[in-house]
């Protein structure tokens, strides 16, 4: 608002004490920034500053100087003087922005109806695009959307992804690209440099700050969790935990009757929270009031009732053409466009509904253990992308539609996305998703990790270590991204699996204490989320001293060959 008055009054300023002769005009041209001059007659124009596109001036047609076959006009803005080149200056606005084709730079989604974000066509790199028409100016006078023609599909583009030559277009941000050409495509989930690493700039919303770390519980959809809200407010005021996760989609298990939900999957509505709307709104309002930082979880890829809806956007076995049942769940492709519009949709309404601080996707990624029959499987691909791309494109897709709301995303992955060697079967590749994501939520719980991993002997029972060793690992990953997303990583919150290890250690508060102490010791300082699929308050409060540390504060543990004991 302060720079908005200020442009204000600098334009009135502009236009102000000029003689009957002058009139007031807008910068125009191809770029946002519009050059302007001081014109010597015998020496020629040299360039004196630059101003924003669309920038309101104030010219005096009657001392125009011609040189060097173009003619330049005397122009203020505040108490500044210079010269504009007379086909940079026009008399509306809207007219400022004159360049009737693009060129893609960055894939991304072509969307053609902005309200409900459906998207029209991949509009890939190189490509070129036909203006016709854009939405607003930045402040900087860059162009926030431009209404395209891309090939024979029109939608809208941000026009960050977009520059003036197709040559500009073939270029790539190469500053890592050695390390991502080095990894290898073992699984068929895609070639690394194949996805896009140019630098994304991370929104920070003054009206909505992302606390710095944020450590998080977990709570499902269960009414005995959001009906007892004031229950686990109180745990966390005893505690440094400073947000919550709360579902508002599992698989099989919305959260309540969403629009978005009644509009694209009748089933997920079918099976939504009858009254549940009323107690999501009840419980988040009354964490905001304490405080809290709210993230709202959706899983995306894994869903059956969607897949249930719409089978022909599913994953499904070329043998029968029937929607592909992978571990008792069917999973819609994540190559699927109206797959992601849902999910985004869903997102944005929770949003809309709620005032939720940041938007968590899990399942953002195609089924694993899929290497031997992949072959067999049609995933609907239907713009030639690799699982890698597709799940980037997803990513890009994601944030930007719901950074317009003002809120941060963040995008769930396997601990093994943090592997440098190769791109994951499922599509997960970490530096693709955290250039882009507002934050990157690993999964490495201790008792997924094989034995002797890393080294380590039953690394379920010693998490220090070996969440240490993976988070010196991602920190590798991290260092190949040119903006990288805040870490902030889900810990194991609850015992070890028995199918791993009958023996192995519980989730007791000092299971807990070594599990974090071993991500701030490699140096991952994001935070943490809880991940206990009951999010039994019960649990929590066995575990209370673990989130009462204020671990930033703690000096390392000296040795990674400090076990813990079964004793603990």
């Known amino acids: 608002m302060k720079k908005a008055l200020i442009y204000i009054l600098a334009s009135l300023a502009a236009v102000s004490c000029g003689s009957k002769d002058d009139y007031t005009a807008f910068l125009a041209g191809e770029t946002k920034g519009i050059v302007l001059w001081q014109v010597d007659k015998k020496q020629g124009p040299a360039a004196a500053d630059t101003l924003p596109r669309g920038t309101q001036v104030l010219v005096s047609p009657k001392s125009a100087v011609k040189t060097e076959g173009l003619r330049y006009l005397p122009v203020k803005y505040g108490k500044r003087k210079f010269y504009a080149e007379e086909g940079c200056l026009v008399a509306e606005k809207r007219s400022c922005v004159v360049e009737k084709e693009l060129y893609v730079q960055t894939s991304a ?104 770390p944020v450590n998080a519980f977990y709570l499902t959809i269960s009414p005995a969790g959001l009906k007892h809200i004031d229950d686990y407010i109180a745990l966390a005021d005893s505690t440094r935990i400073n947000a919550f996760v709360i579902d508002i989609k599992d698989n099989e298990c919305p959260g309540y009757k969403a629009e978005a939900m009644e509009k694209y999957s009748p089933t997920n509505y079918k099976w939504g929270g009858a009254n549940k709307e009323k107690l999501y709104k009840e419980a988040i309002d009354k964490l905001h009031a304490k405080g809290y930082y709210v993230i709202g979880r959706i899983t995306c890829f894994k869903d059956s009732y969607y897949a249930k809806d719409h089978p022909g956007s599913s994953i499904c076995d070329k043998a029968t053409g029937q929607p ?47 290497i031997s029959i992949d072959e067999q499987m049609d995933y609907r691909n239907r713009y030639g992308e690799s699982k890698v791309q597709a799940i980037q494109n997803f990513v890009r897709y994601a944030c930007d539609e719901l950074h317009q709301l003002g809120v941060y995303v963040s995008i769930d992955v396997f601990g093994e996305s943090a592997n440098p060697g190769y791109t994951t079967a499922y599509g997960q590749y970490w530096p693709a998703i955290s250039t882009i994501a507002d934050a990157i939520c690993a999964m490495p719980y ?47 919150a609850y015992h070890v699996m028995r199918w791993v290890d009958r023996n192995g250690l519980d989730n007791s508060p000092n299971y807990i204490e070594r599990e974090i102490r071993g991500l701030y010791d490699s140096g991952l300082t994001g935070g943490y989320s809880t991940w206990l699929a009951s999010g039994n308050i019960a649990v929590y409060r066995s575990q209370k001293s673990a989130y009462q540390l204020d671990y930033p504060s703690l000096p390392p543990i000296d040795s990674i060959n400090t076990f813990i004991t079964s004793a603990l």
């Not at 028409?133 to 209404?147: E, F, H, I, T």
């Not at 002797?452 to 991290?478: C, D, F, M, T």
Request: aromatic share 14%.
């Open 109 to 212: 989604s072509l969307i053609d109806d902005t309200l409900s974000s459906h998207i029209a066509t991949l509009a890939k790199k190189r490509q070129k695009l036909e203006v016709l028409d854009y939405d607003r100016l930045l402040p900087d006078g860059s162009v926030n959307r431009y209404l395209v023609k891309c090939g024979s599909r029109e939608g809208w583009i941000f026009g960050k992804y977009t520059v003036l030559t197709e040559e500009e277009a073939g270029e790539r941000f190469d500053l890592y690209d050695d390390a991502h050409r080095a990894v290898k495509n073992s699984f068929k989930g895609g070639e690394a440099i194949g996805c896009e690493f140019r630098p994304c700039e991370k929104p920070v919303f003054a009206d909505n700050p992302m606390p710095s």
């Open 446 to 492: 201790p008792d997924h990790f094989a034995d002797h991993y890393y080294g380590i002997s039953k690394p379920w029972n010693h998490p220090y270590e070996i969440l240490k060793a993976w988070g010196r690992r991602v920190q590798g990953r991290q260092a190949v991204t040119a903006s990288p997303a805040i870490v902030r990583t889900w810990i194991q």
């Open 324 to 370: 592909f049942l992978h571990n008792k769940s069917y999973w819609p492709s994540a190559y699927s466009r109206d797959v992601w519009q849902f999910n985004v949709e869903l997102a944005k309404e929770s949003v809309r509904k709620f005032g939720l601080n940041e938007i968590n996707f899990d399942y953002v990624r195609f089924p694993d253990k899929m």
